[in-house]
């Protein structure tokens, strides 16, 4: 009798099942920042259970509507997806179908990530979550860094389930790069709002990920931090006065922070050293030394060989699948016996898996997303692109998923709307965009009025 009036209360108040598309992408967002630079695997699996969990979200008409509303509205968001699609016809004339389709799979966040993350209902506050998590996600790589230095391990110390930062030291050394200026963006635009216990905490957190960028020895990280400094000081720092003045101080500040750090850290010092005994070594002919550990001098033998097989498919290029059937043999016949590898610079592989004509097309689609960025994170996105440029002219960026994901998600994410209108815009674009327009409706007599 009393189970039977105890079920009897407990039924009404019983809450039925309440999925939220919206909200579990955000969390799988969340999922695949964080891990962007610390496992691929878990990148993977919350990349489907996103896809799947937006497309749940397509059965709610309100969700619907929205989502195409804003396809309709914001033809940028098809740009990457439609370099995807000149990748697919590149496999018309592909010979090897197998490396084409790794291809594809590698390169799919082209196709999937900018119409879907664009689509989502994220809110401002939501989107500097997603910066943030990727930022605070490198302090377990930055220890790492450190603990590899401090136990005098070999650089490229790890186990198969946690590889060493070392392993993949352009990577690594980009995604630190970049955190740091996430986080100093953070600081300058919100320093009034902290209390002191997080400005502490958020200073020894870019402390940390400065000390490991400067102790890995990545060059693209260094260059990035050198490069970007001053261009981050003009934009959220010393934003007024003449533009020579400005590009005057950009100079000087870039050869001084440079020159500063060159002096003062071997972590900086030593790898641009050995890029200049190696630039001059690769042009002696390698006389007397291993020209298979020597990243510079490989380089410039990459653009030897790939050069004049550019050149010979200039208009289409060789297929999306057809690098290492054409690029192979071409190394058999290089005078220094370096091994086949890829290009180590994305505009050039590019151009020779899909021609001038994919080439062009990539860098228009890039270009056409830059210019879609929101105003409200549209400086941040500034500088990412920099920093992805830099990176593509001595690297196949997008040849890794750890490379491309990055690459796309941050693109993805610079293109959204906020959600929300408070906070959109930051302090130092109160005069871009739709805040020029609000300030208009502000000095309408009604609009004081009310």
Known sequence: MSYSSSSASISPTTLPLAFRSEQISFGLLVLMMVFLPLSKAVVSVAEVLLLLTWLIGFSDSGIRLRRIAIWRSSHFLFFFPGFYLLMLLGMGYSADWEEGLQMLNRYHYLLTLPPVVATLSLSGRRM??????????????????????????????????????????????????????????????????????????????????????????GRIGQLGLVVLTPLFLLMYVYRKGPGLKKFVFAVLLIAGLG??????????????????????????????????????????????????????????????????????PLFAQQPHGITYDRPHNQFLEIGILLGLFGLLGFVLAWWGSVRAFDPAFRLLGYLFVALIFMSMWSDSTLATQGGVSFFMMFMALFMCRPADDAGRTPWNLSRVGRTTVAKKLLELPETAKS
Request: include cysteine; proline fraction near 5%.
């Open 128 to 217: 500097r979550t997603l910066f943030l998590a990727f930022a605070l996600a490198q302090i377990p790589v930055a220890l790492g860094v450190l603990y590899i230095v401090a136990t005098g391990q070999e650089l490229h110390h790890g186990t198969l389930h946690i590889p060493s930062p070392f392993h993949q030291r352009p990577r690594a050394s980009l995604f630190l790069c970049f955190s740091l200026f996430i986080l100093a963006e953070y600081l300058v635009t919100h320093y009034k709002s902290l209390n002191a216990e997080s400005r502490t905490a958020m200073g020894l957190v870019v402390l940390l990920n400065l000390a490991a960028l400067i102790l890995m020895q």
């Open 259 to 328: 020159g500063a750090l060159y002096t003062l850290f071997d972590g900086v010092r030593r790898p641009f050293n050995e890029a200049a005994a190696e630039v001059q070594e690769s042009r002696s002919g390698y006389p007397n030394s291993e020209p298979n550990y020597s990243s510079m001098g490989r380089r410039m033998a990459f653009y030897e060989v790939y050069w004049p097989l550019f050149i010979q498919n200039l208009g289409f290029g060789v297929g999306t699948g057809d690098l290492t059937r054409e690029g192979k």
